[in-house]
T-cell receptor, first 113, second 113 residues
Framework: GAGVSQTPSNKVTEKGKYVELRCDPI?????LYWYRQSLGQGPEFLIY????????DSGLPNDRFFAVRPEGSVSTLKIQRTERGDSAVYLC???????????FGPGTRLLVL | KQEVTQIPAALSVPEGENLVLNCSFT??????LQWFRQDPGKGLTSLLL?????REQTSGRLNASLDKSSGRSTLYIAASQPGDSATYLC????????????FGAGTRLAVHP
């Protein structure tokens, strides 16, 4: 079956611009996670959704970052006033229920110039 | 602060060798320990998941162990092959109704013919 998909695969933007990153989880998966991976590092947790609600957003670095999941399926990570330090690979993962194995998407590589 | 450390950071071995990757974590309130594989430019693939009540898991040529008392996990790869070349990440999962993962920085493995 289809895995987790993320679009775009690559995004280049200028400092100060607004970007949206999309995640399509595996159909029927109720739990959705966003992580950020900088070069040479492991992924860092950003936010967790159970259904439509953000149950844990403790990993969002600041208020420029926001994520939604309005219908409990697709999620969008939104970054306002992008900074060069936001450049990273943004990974999305989903699981059927919260405590099961997470399945990761290929990521969106964001480059802020 | 929860931390996960992986040693070595990089490893290069000839084909056919058995090898061990190490992971240490600081928080004993672990829910599970998971090993992932990451190929360049790709997302993460789950290899093995060990629940906190378990000591080890095996899948084919892979065996992962968990020692909560010492805060360590090892991934053993038998008879390594060039196709095993990738970055291997371990992640500590925490309870609380969902599976928030804290990742190490990974071990970059190169298996040469």
């Amino acid at each position: 079956g289809a895995g987790v998909s993320q679009t775009p695969s690559n995004k280049v933007t200028e400092k100060g611009k607004y970007v949206e990153l999309r995640c399509d989880p595996i159909s029927g998966h109720t739990a959705l996670y966003w992580y950020r991976q900088s070069l040479g590092q492991g992924p860092e947790f950003l936010i967790y959704f159970q259904g439509t609600g953000a149950a844990d957003d403790s990993g969002l670095p600041n208020d420029r970052f926001f994520a939604v999941r309005p219908e409990g399926s697709v999620s969008t990570l939104k970054i306002q006033r992008t900074e060069r330090g936001d450049s990273a690979v943004y990974l999305c993962a989903s699981s059927r229920v919260p405590q099961e194995t997470q399945y990761f998407g290929p990521g969106t590589r964001l480059l802020v110039l | 602060k929860q931390e996960v450390t992986q040693i070595p950071a990089a490893l290069s071995v000839p084909e056919g060798e058995n090898l061990v990757l190490n992971c240490s974590f600081t928080d004993s309130a672990i829910y599970n320990l998971q090993w992932f594989r990451q190929d360049p430019g790709k997302g993460l693939t789950s290899l093995l998941l060990i629940q906190s009540s378990q000591r080890e898991q095996t899948s084919g040529r892979l065996n992962a162990s968990l020692d909560k008392s010492s805060g360590r996990s090892t991934l053993y790869i038998a008879a390594s092959q060039p196709g095993d070349s990738a970055t291997y990440l371990c992640a500590e999962g925490f309870s609380g109704g969902y599976n928030k993962l804290i990742f190490g920085a990974g071990t970059r493995l190169a298996v040469h013919p």
